[in-house]
């Protein structure tokens, strides 16, 4: 794992694009993230860069031979880092390629986001022992943290065909799921639409390099199979999983939807944005295949997280939502690294286009849970919103807004635009 910053995370970098110099723009030229869109009656996906309002479509500029993301995806460190000065210099105040790229913008307004990969195999984790912690006191108050948890990234395979884009300025919309409950005073469980419905606050990573089967990644060369981060939404249904996820885990609870942000910010464009790796004294330290001297001095992400909810009144009246809570990527107990090194520990060959969920992060304050199942305390407490409406659980025509960004002194704040996602009612 090599991090090393250069020109292209100059704070003072300035763009020939106006938007993307507002302070306020999560898309300065420092970012430069990746994903998919198209244009009008376009069937076909092209690459695409977001510099401040506007997307830079790269095989029209000249920067790569196709339209396919995944040739982009499976190129070396190197060539992506090289791709990225490219960018970088040719969207700089000043550039001799500005005539060229300016044909090659279009506003984002203007296009059609879609997934920003094809998703392979999507596996989800467990990474703040924040949340495993508060939501192991609801279950198990005498032993909330199962004694495997410090000592290995636990996690499970989900549903990739269920995960879908939030179009900027529109979201996505997906109907409450139904499946089996079972009251604790019930003789027998009953189909009905969850009446727990959940958010849970969440990264996605997304896997760009292969390993062939039965070759372990190792934690040094771990990150080069990563090509960025986006906002994720592991909507679950709570009541749900409640009944079901003995002994196999989540089923129907998690695989009716998932939400990802469309744009890819990568590794690269987070290197001022590191921070030393390290546990709490007394816990254990990783076995030697999680460990590594990189992943101790740089292997954690500070990157900032919010949770908005807008309720449809609060949408009829104009109201843009209101914030739910806050949470840092920082604060989880497994690193990226250690989640690449550990699910090939065992020979699994990662594909390109798979992702990896975080899992829900939550804070270490009860503020900070990154789900309702933590800041209602599993539903015994309603929060209060500004405009006199409660919540325990998400209702119908809620709206969840997840948004990210990092900011350090002396570099320009980069953010991941907003992963929203709207809830219909169950159909009849």
Request: proline residues 6%; charged residues 20%; aromatic residues 8%.
């Amino acid at each position: 794992m090599s991090v090393a910053l250069d020109g292209t995370h100059d704070a003072a970098l300035h763009s020939w694009i106006d938007s993307a110099n507002d302070p306020a723009s999560d898309f300065p030229i420092q970012n430069l993230p990746f994903g998919r869109f198209r244009r009008g009656s376009e069937s076909g996906w092209r690459v695409g860069v977001a510099i401040g309002d506007r997307v830079l479509d790269l095989y029209q500029a000249g920067l790569t031979d196709s339209c396919d993301i995944h040739s982009l995806m499976l190129l070396g460190r190197q060539r992506r880092l090289d791709l990225r000065k490219a960018l970088s210099k040719g969207l700089q105040i000043g550039s001799p390629d500005e005539s060229r790229f300016r044909t090659a913008l279009v506003v984002q307004a203007d296009v059609e986001m879609g997934l920003p990969c094809d998703i392979g195999d999507y596996t989800d984790f467990y990474t703040s022992i924040h949340h495993a912690t508060t939501v192991g006191n609801q279950f198990r108050p005498d032993n909330p943290l199962l004694p495997n948890y410090k000592w290995v990234p636990i996690g499970y395979h989900g549903r990739s065909s269920s995960i879908a884009v939030s179009e900027p300025g529109l979201g996505h919309t997906f109907v409450r799921p139904k499946g089996q409950t079972k009251a604790a005073d019930a003789e027998e469980p009953t189909l009905r639409p969850s009446a727990r419905l959940d958010f849970e606050l969440e990264l996605g990573a997304v896997i760009a390099r292969p390993n062939v089967a039965g070759e372990p990644i190792a934690m040094c060369d771990a990150e080069e199979h990563v090509f960025g981060l986006t906002l994720f939404n592991d909507w679950s249904a709570r009541d749900i999983q409640g009944w079901e996820y003995q002994p196999l885990g989540p089923f129907l609870s998690k695989n009716f939807a998932s939400t990802v942000s469309p744009w890819m910010v990568t590794l690269d464009a987070l290197a001022p944005f590191r921070a030393a790796f390290t546990r709490p004294a007394g816990d254990p330290q990783p076995l030697p295949y999680l460990d590594s001297q990189s992943n101790r001095e740089q292997g954690a992400f500070d990157i900032a997280l919010e949770v908005w909810l807008q309720t449809a009144s609060m949408r009829d009246a104009g109201h843009v939502g209101e914030l739910l809570n806050t949470a840092n990527y920082r604060d989880a107990y497994w690193t990226m690294a250690q989640l690449v090194a550990h699910h090939t520990v065992n020979g699994c060959n990662l594909r390109c286009g798979d992702l990896f969920g975080t899992g829900t992060l939550s804070g270490p304050l009860p503020e900070q849970g990154g789900s309702l199942l933590e800041l209602s305390q599993g539903g015994k407490r309603a929060l209060a919103l500004s405009n006199g409406e409660t919540r325990t659980f998400l209702e119908d025509g809620d709206t969840v807004i997840l948004r990210g960004y990092c900011q350090r002194a002396g570099f320009r704040r980069i953010g991941f635009g907003e992963c929203r996602g709207t809830v219909l009612a169950a159909r009849a």
